[in-house]
């Protein structure tokens, strides 16, 4: 027999000659007739070929099942399906790229003419037994509504005359509730009449996959299955050419090697688009340390799947402000798009793992006899997050007071730790807890500030509160500590995962943009927020410096232009590989967990995440301006606790006194304001000197409420500022 013309080789493309029409249909569709067996003993090897005797074989029509609604012919209750269809190619047709569009409960192996051509991920390498593992069930989609797995093949297989596609449906236990095989072999076509059959209604035309300009990543498991623990090893192709052009049939590789490979995640799990934890490796399963992407060498890599996140780009968002805010390292990230044994997978992120390292977290790496003295202060990074080995909890209860919070090590690892490391890096944290639980908390020398960089709390906290994170400050939190003679306290740094935030959430009110995410949730949640959040803005310190850095980094960092440039940027270099991506996962239109918004085109996706941050700006800006700084820049801080100011009695009855000593005579202005924020009474004094008084009764306060706040200015600035009680 004769092959095929075909204009493509290995790689899937659009390329056709110039001038020529073209259309999609149908060779073979599911209602199409096959013979099928249910085998109670292994069939001979040649089945999958066009000779094989197969008059025995019952026939029937597609699709084949336990007659739940989607199938034509019902059979009873079995392991394995043998599935063969025989068509005919004339010589007068031309294919220019083929497809296999397969639903399927739970696994298969397709076969064209003998040549294997698709596999479902959860079976081992080779030719499946009919008793066959199944590492995990796998949905049919069609009848609820969903697409079907889709495979890009290679021409190369189909014959002009007779050909035999051949397909193995394997259940995951003879016992299961249902199969199904729901089969549609599709193919590009030259010219505009309809040889075989019109394509099914869901059929959509495959993205554009001859213009990449993101880098490309193949992935070859050899048959292995990609698991959640252990990592198994596979081969990685990294292509990324200098011209910015690249394809999947592209050999020069930036990367060319051996990898161990891992689902994570924990909730992201259940998508169908997985991500990956990623270690490049020498053959003999060692670390190789390697430049990637222009990142800095290392060996360990996250491979994020956006799924749920359908503008592709909060992730990047939330790192790349980290890293402007310059208080220390937040992961880099590259957009890639994927190819996983063949099978296209969408636009990915490739990120620097948490780690130490002298590109990532840079702080001192323990060693094993580091016990004792400084040495045994750093460094340590540590997380709030779900329940690890060796996990601990936290003398005080979550906010609500109903659920622990748990403390995880995270590098080095529990098991890498000395007891003696373990301890100190828990005593650590227990000791900062209760200074900031405790009386004293405010205090420089005996409160929290002893203990932690209250900069990078800082920062940590603008960046949940602008993204709004339903998981901060609860989970996925990290921070860590270095040597004591490295000025070792407590850091909050690196920034991770925003997937789910900035306006993505229907619940916890995280799609709302007005709102303090430190408010957290209600009690009966598996994760809470721990008490430092509402303890930390009880302190004017603490909410001084809120207030002046969040001021700072509005000027550029988290500026409405500089974030609205930035994802600019990213729809611009996503402009292509989205497309693909959303042909892949047909998603745009549909609710996909937790989604508080349904743009139904990328662009609205793109467009409601501007619009949502903007919306959170604004609110947020109202929030800091209501913040009655205690000294009157971040340069020039008086810390609480001074003489500056004395207030007595406090609580009052029915007036209360403010004695002034500014240590520098001149005139000043004392203001007195509500817990919103607003004002009640102001009194201009001029000459303020040693012990000068100020005096306000109940009457001028217009008897509002309980609580005041004042605040003290001199020459126009604000100096200090407390709260009084009425009693």
């Known amino acids: 027999m004769v092959r095929l013309p075909f204009l493509i080789i290995l790689c899937f493309s659009f390329s056709q000659l110039s001038g020529q029409s073209s259309h999609w249909e149908s060779i073979v569709t599911e209602t199409d007739e096959f013979k099928y067996l249910l085998p109670k003993e292994e069939p001979t090897s040649n089945w999958t070929v066009l000779n094989f005797p197969d008059q025995d074989w019952n026939t029937g029509i597609?699709?084949?099942g336990y007659g739940d609604n989607d199938d034509n012919t019902i059979v009873p209750p079995t392991k394995s399906l043998f599935l063969r269809r025989?068509?005919?190619?004339?010589?007068?047709?031309?294919?220019?790229?083929?497809?296999?569009?397969?639903?399927?409960?739970?696994?298969?192996?397709?076969?064209?003419?003998?040549?294997?051509?698709?596999?479902?991920?959860?079976?081992?390498?080779?030719?499946?037994?009919?008793?066959?593992?199944?590492?995990?069930?796998?949905?049919?989609?069609?009848y609820s509504g969903g697409q079907p797995d889709r495979f890009l093949l290679d021409t190369r297989p189909l014959l002009t005359g007779m050909n035999i596609l051949a397909v193995h449906i394997l259940n995951i236990t003879p016992t299961s509730s249902d199969l199904s095989a729901r089969v549609f072999l599709n193919a590009k076509?030259?010219?505009?009449?309809?040889?075989?059959?019109?394509?099914?209604?869901?059929?959509?035309?495959?993205?554009?996959?001859?213009?990449?300009?993101?880098?490309?990543?193949k992935i070859n498991t050899e048959g292995e299955t990609i698991v959640d623990e252990p990592k198994i090893m596979a081969k990685m192709q990294m292509i990324n050419n200098a011209d910015g052009k690249n394809s999947f049939s592209d050999t020069n590789y930036e990367y060319d090697g051996y990898i161990g490979i891992e689902i994570r995640g924990n909730t992201a799990q259940m998508f169908p688009k997985k991500s990956y934890t990623v270690e490049t490796r020498y053959s003999d399963g060692s670390n190789n340390n390697v430049s990637l992407l222009g990142l800095p060498?290392?060996?360990?890599?996250?491979?994020?799947?956006?799924?749920?996140?359908?503008?592709?780009?909060?992730?990047?968002?939330?790192?790349?402000?980290?890293?402007?805010?310059?208080?220390?390292?937040?992961?880099?990230?590259?957009?890639?798009?994927?190819?996983?044994?063949?099978?296209?997978?969408g636009v990915y992120l490739f990120v620097e793992k948490i780690k130490i390292d002298k590109n990532r977290v840079n702080i001192a790496t323990l060693k094993p006899n580091d016990n004792t003295g400084d040495e045994l202060t750093g460094g340590y990074i540590i997380s709030i997050d779900r329940d690890q080995e060796g996990s601990w909890n936290s003398p005080f209860m979550g906010r609500t007071g109903s659920v622990d919070v748990p403390f995880s090590y995270v590098d080095p690892k529990y098991k890498e730790l000395t007891v003696q490391q373990r301890n100190y890096i828990r005593e650590y944290i227990t000791e900062f807890e209760y200074a900031l639980h405790g009386n004293n908390f405010k205090d420089p020398e005996l409160g929290y500030r002893a203990?932690?960089?209250?900069?990078?709390?800082?920062?940590?906290?603008?960046?949940?509160?602008?993204?709004?994170?339903?998981?901060?400050?609860?989970?996925?939190?990290?921070?860590?500590?270095?040597?004591?003679?490295?000025?070792?306290?407590?850091?909050?740094?690196?920034?991770?995962?925003?997937?789910?935030?900035?306006?993505?959430?229907?619940?916890?009110?995280?799609?709302?943009?007005?709102?303090?995410?430190?408010?957290?949730?209600g009690a009966g949640d598996w994760y809470e927020i721990p008490f430092w959040w509402d303890r930390f803005r009880e302190d004017p310190y603490f909410e001084t410096?809120?207030?002046?850095?969040?001021?700072?980094?509005?000027?550029?960092?988290?500026?409405?232009?500089?974030?609205?440039?930035?994802?600019?940027?990213?729809?611009?270099?996503?402009k292509n590989a989205q497309a693909r991506n959303f042909q892949k996962f047909d998603i745009l239109n549909s609710y996909v967990w937790p989604n508080n918004y349904i743009g139904g085109t990328y662009a609205n996706e793109v467009n409601y995440l501007k619009n949502w941050i903007s919306d959170r700006i604004d609110w947020l800006d109202t929030q800091m301006d209501k913040i009655v700084p205690i000294f009157v820049s971040s340069q020039d801080k008086i810390a609480p606790g001074n003489n500056v100011a004395k207030v007595y009695p406090n609580p009052f009855s029915s007036r209360f006194t403010i004695e002034i000593d500014p240590g520098i005579p001149g005139d000043g202005e004392v203001v007195i304001y509500n817990p919103l924020g607003q004002l009640i009474s102001r009194k201009r004094v001029t000459n303020i000197s040693r012990n000068h008084t100020v005096e306000f009764t109940y009457d001028e306060?217009?008897?509002?409420?309980?609580?005041?706040?004042y605040n003290i200015l001199m020459e126009g600035h604000p100096v200090i500022s407390g709260k009084i009680l009425h009693k």
């Open 701 to 709: 306060l217009k008897h509002q409420g309980n609580i005041f706040i």
């Open 451 to 521: 203990y932690i960089n209250v900069e990078t709390f800082i920062d940590y906290f603008i960046i949940t509160e602008l993204s709004r994170d339903l998981d901060g400050y609860r989970v996925s939190v990290y921070f860590h500590k270095d040597k004591d003679s490295k000025g070792g306290k407590l850091t909050m740094t690196p920034f991770w995962d925003y997937n789910i935030c900035f306006g993505n959430a229907d619940f916890f009110s995280a799609g709302n943009p007005v709102g303090w995410a430190s408010d957290g949730i």
């Open 189 to 217: 076509i030259k010219g505009s009449e309809i040889i075989f059959n019109q394509v099914p209604h869901w059929f959509q035309e495959p993205a554009d996959l001859s213009n990449f300009n993101l880098p490309l990543i």
């Open 545 to 574: 410096l809120l207030k002046y850095r969040w001021e700072k980094l509005r000027e550029r960092v988290i500026s409405k232009s500089t974030i609205n440039d930035f994802i600019d940027s990213c729809q611009h270099v996503l």
């Open 62 to 64: 597609g699709g084949f």
């Open 297 to 345: 060498a290392e060996n360990d890599w996250v491979l994020h799947g956006p799924y749920s996140d359908k503008s592709l780009m909060r992730n990047a968002l939330a790192y790349s402000i980290g890293n402007a805010m310059g208080n220390g390292w937040h992961p880099r990230t590259r957009f890639v798009e994927i190819e996983i044994n063949g099978e296209y997978r």
């Open 86 to 142: 025989i068509f005919t190619v004339p010589g007068t047709v031309t294919v220019y790229n083929l497809i296999l569009d397969i639903d399927y409960d739970d696994a298969f192996v397709a076969y064209l003419n003998g040549v294997e051509i698709a596999r479902s991920a959860n079976l081992p390498a080779g030719k499946p037994g009919i008793d066959a593992n199944v590492t995990f069930d796998h949905e049919a989609q069609l």
